[in-house]
Nanobody
Framework: QVQLVESGGGLVQPGGSLRLSCAAS????????IGWFRQAPGKEREGVSCISSNDGSTDYADSVKGRFTISRDNAKNTVYLQMNSLKPEDTSVYYCAASRALAVGLRESWYDYWGQGTQVTVSA
């Protein structure tokens, strides 16, 4: 059974940092492409970042480039999203997702498995 569990969310002030974790079971993060998505209240879910399984290449939404970094630890079967210089508009529920494809982008339909999400709130 595939399970993705996000953690690391919370309340942070603008300009602060958080590191989200996506712990996987039933799938190997080095054989699956992993993506991070987010959904704010009243908005559609959007892709934030992804890392491909074949070569470890990464992609980011324009809104987070230069501030967020995705990485993976194969030994821990976990993918991380380091979020720096957080802004109030980053407030969302953040989800991780896994795809059987070797290389993916930020389109939801390419992903096969989803976690339950973790809340990130950026507020003074």
């Amino acid at each position: 059974q595939v399970q993705l569990v996000e953690s690391g969310g919370g309340l942070v002030q603008p300009g602060g940092s958080l590191r989200l974790s996506c712990a996987a079971s039933g799938v190997a993060v080095n054989y699956h492409s992993i993506g991070w998505f987010r959904q704010a209240p009243g908005k559609e879910r959007e892709g934030v970042s992804c890392i491909s399984s074949n070569d470890g290449s990464t992609d980011y939404a324009d809104s987070v480039k230069g501030r967020f970094t995705i990485s993976r630890d194969n030994a821990k079967n976990t993918v991380y999203l380091q979020m720096n210089s957080l802004k109030p508009e980053d407030t969302s529920v953040y989800y991780c997702a896994a795809s059987r494809a070797l290389a993916v982008g930020l389109r939801e339909s390419w992903y096969d498995y989803w976690g339950q999400g973790t809340q990130v709130t950026v507020s003074a």
